[in-house]
């Protein structure tokens, strides 16, 4: 009897049995219940990858957005001025000034040249207190020691100086060698000067100028704002010519400044051009190219560190949700699947909490732009490109994060699972 149903059981074929399969519609499927299962395990996961994500759509678009507004602003301004440095004593020691007393009249008969003039910081001859600086009768001041710069009229004009009150003193006081002065409107309320219709005036180590006019803010060399300012002749007949620190400050016409930069020497001192040392603007194309590298570089850098910190976090926590579901994934291998069916499942989980981050990131970036375009009044600058390559490098992010977690639950097997 047990010989026949051995032999029964023997000849009875073995039911088919077919291999496991995991469509990817499943797979899309258990990925978002892994994630809708804990939301605000999730939400805390996309965290550091929608700050990557969203730190680098922002840097790549106000990059773009800030370097054309770069190159506009340095076309108006630093485009249009020289400088022109005296270095007569590093040639010879034993030279004079390098500037002659008609420097001005000689740069400004250049072509494109709009304003020029020389300027210096002026030293006491034997103590400090011959540039001390007190206001009488308005202001109540023991007096205070003050930058007091000579400057030509051609010089304060190349600064482009807004006037709060008065005017600038010109070639006439300059000529006459007026004893008067142009304070900046931070020395004008230190000083106790409130008003010019009570025509103050200054002295500067006891000898009186009349204040003519107060800057409230300057175009360029904005040191001048916390100087005082008295015409170049003036300054030599009372503390005499600069023994070094001349400068001349040139203002052209934009386009013209690098053939200025190459004129003046000559134009001012044609027997020793080498006294005088001409610098000229740099480049716009490669200031903007520096600029934009430099900004790209650093905000980049930290994008990085952010995606780092956003990869790191998708994988901890992909581990500790293996940890958590080892029941689930041994039952998953008893019923038939496979390694690469869990592999697949975390990996799924992983990528798509990546590309949820990318692309609520990329939306943040891109608002982030805009708004400060909007404040800035400036033309928001998107390349499709970033737009398009965000989204996928959260997505990339989060595959990689999920690498390691999802081969440890690869390998769990069925039966210690279920056991423990």
């Not at 008065?166 to 000529?175: E, N, Q, S, T, V």
């Amino acid at each position: 009897m047990l010989s026949r149903i051995r032999r029964a059981r023997r000849a009875a074929p073995l039911p088919a049995i077919g291999h496991s399969v995991f469509v990817p519609r499943d797979l899309l499927a258990e990925a978002l219940a892994g994630m809708l299962q804990r939301p605000a395990r999730s939400a805390l996961t996309m965290l550091g990858t929608v700050l990557g994500v969203g730190a680098f759509v922002a840097v790549l678009g106000l990059t773009a957005t800030a370097s054309s507004q770069i190159d506009a602003r340095f076309n108006v301004l630093s485009a249009t001025e020289v400088t022109v440095e005296d270095i007569a004593r590093e040639q010879d020691k034993f030279a004079g000034a390098a500037f002659p007393d008609d420097a001005s009249e000689r740069v400004e008969r250049l072509n494109g040249v709009r304003h020029a003039g020389v300027l210096w910081t002026v030293k006491p001859r034997r103590s400090a207190a011959e540039l001390v600086v007190t206001a009488a009768p308005v202001g109540d001041t023991a007096g205070e020691s003050l930058s007091v710069v000579a400057a030509a009229p051609g010089a304060l004009r190349a600064a482009e100086p807004r006037l709060s009150q008065g005017r600038l003193y010109d070639d006439f006081h300059a000529g006459a060698r007026q004893r008067v002065t142009v304070i900046g409107s931070g020395i004008a309320a230190r000083l106790g000067i409130t008003t010019l219709e009570t025509k103050p005036a200054i002295f500067i180590g006891g000898q009186p100028f009349t204040v003519t006019g107060i800057v409230d803010d300057v175009r360029r060399q904005p040191e001048v704002l916390l100087s005082v300012l008295v015409p170049q002749t003036t300054a030599v007949e009372i503390w005499g010519r600069p023994a070094e620190g001349a400068r001349m400050l040139i203002a052209t016409d934009l386009g013209a400044a690098r053939q200025v930069a190459g004129e003046a020497p000559t134009a001012l001192r044609p027997d020793h051009p080498e006294y005088l040392k001409a610098v000229a603007p740099p480049d716009p194309k490669s200031l903007r190219t520096s600029v934009t590298s430099d900004l790209e570089q650093l905000f980049l850098l930290l994008a990085g560190v952010c995606l780092v910190i956003g990869a790191v976090g998708i994988a901890n926590t992909t581990l500790v949700a293996v940890l958590e579901r080892t029941g689930e994934i041994g039952l998953r291998r008893a019923l038939g699947a496979q390694r690469r069916h869990v592999t697949a499942q975390f990996l799924a989980e992983s990528g798509t909490l990546g590309a949820f981050g990318g692309l609520i990131g990329t939306a943040i970036g891109t608002l982030t732009v805009l708004i400060v375009a909007l404040v800035r009044d400036w033309t928001p600058v998107m390349h499709p490109v970033t737009l398009a390559t965000a989204p996928l490098i959260g997505l990339a992010t989060g595959l990689v994060a999920g690498i390691y977690p999802a081969r440890r639950a690869s390998r769990v097997q069925p039966a210690e699972a279920l056991r423990g």
